[in-house]
């Protein structure tokens, strides 16, 4: 069955940086776009990036554009993010999520990304000094 | 950027009783190439990562019971639960998946008996 389990959280210095993992399985990356999304402690679903596919786009929350990069090992059948110049407010758990559609299941015009169907446990960052 | 916007924050519901939770968007979601709305919601229980319910506003995700439903379209969606059950208790939240990045949720809306 389809899962993602999330790794690489734990507590850093503000301005530092960390690299979460999420391991897929039950599936395989290059048939769906991966989004990571994030909660800061009791509130609400921000998102925060996404890798199309087949690599083709990586897009970027303005919160994070130019701090935060997504990656992938195919080997691994893992997704990264690669996370710099950490601020207090990147307080949260991060969450990878697969996208809903696969892209040869994508029949309404282009392929674009979709709604987010299987989530992992998520990961907890901690930006403290 | 698409805001999403849920009323009510919280909500208190007698088991057995219908719940419905708004969603508003702050410009349209529905694609007039296809016809779909693209309006997600989630569940999420304390601990846990959200559960996706439904997708394209209406259809139900597979193994959600289906005292959930999901209606609306252009700006303004409903989730309903039709007969709340205890395990029913979580946060919900809507999300679009039009007009992106980024892909915004709305804030949620807390379900308590």
């Known amino acids: 069955q389809v899962q993602l389990v999330e790794s690489g959280g734990g507590v850093v210095q503000p301005g530092r940086s960390l690299r979460l993992s999420c391991a897929a399985s039950g599936f395989t990356l290059n048939e769906y776009s991966i989004h990571w999304v994030r909660q800061a402690p009791g509130k609400g679903l921000e998102w925060v990036a996404l890798?199309?596919?087949?690599?083709?786009?990586?897009e970027y929350a303005d919160s994070v554009k130019g701090r935060f990069t997504i990656s992938r090992d195919m080997s691994k059948n893992t997704v990264y993010l690669e996370m710099n110049s950490l601020r207090a407010e990147d307080t949260a758990v991060y969450y990878c999520?697969?996208?809903?559609?696969?892209?040869?299941?994508?029949?309404?015009?282009?392929?674009?990304?979709?709604?987010?169907?299987?989530w992992g446990q998520g990961t907890l960052v901690t930006v403290s000094s | 950027d698409i805001v999403m916007t849920q009323s009510p924050d919280s909500l208190a519901v007698s088991l057995g009783e219908r719940a419905t939770i708004n969603c508003k968007s702050s410009?349209?979601?529905?694609?007039?190439?296809?016809?779909?709305?693209?309006l997600a919601w989630y569940q999420q229980k304390p601990g846990q990562p959200p559960k996706l319910l439904i997708y394209?506003?209406?259809t139900r995700e597979s193994g959600v019971p289906d005292r959930f439903s999901g209606s609306g379209s252009g700006t303004d969606f409903t989730l309903t639960i039709s007969s709340l059950q205890a395990e029913d208790v979580a946060v919900y939240f809507c999300q679009q998946y039009y007009n992106t990045p980024p892909y915004t949720f709305g804030q949620g809306t807390k379900l308590e008996i």
């Open positions: 890798r199309w596919y087949d690599g083709s786009n990586k």
């Open positions: 410009q349209s979601i529905l694609s007039s190439s296809n016809n779909k709305n693209y």
């Open positions: 999520a697969r996208d809903g559609v696969p892209f040869y299941d994508y029949i309404w015009g282009s392929y674009r990304p979709n709604y987010l169907d299987s």
């Open positions: 394209w506003a209406s």
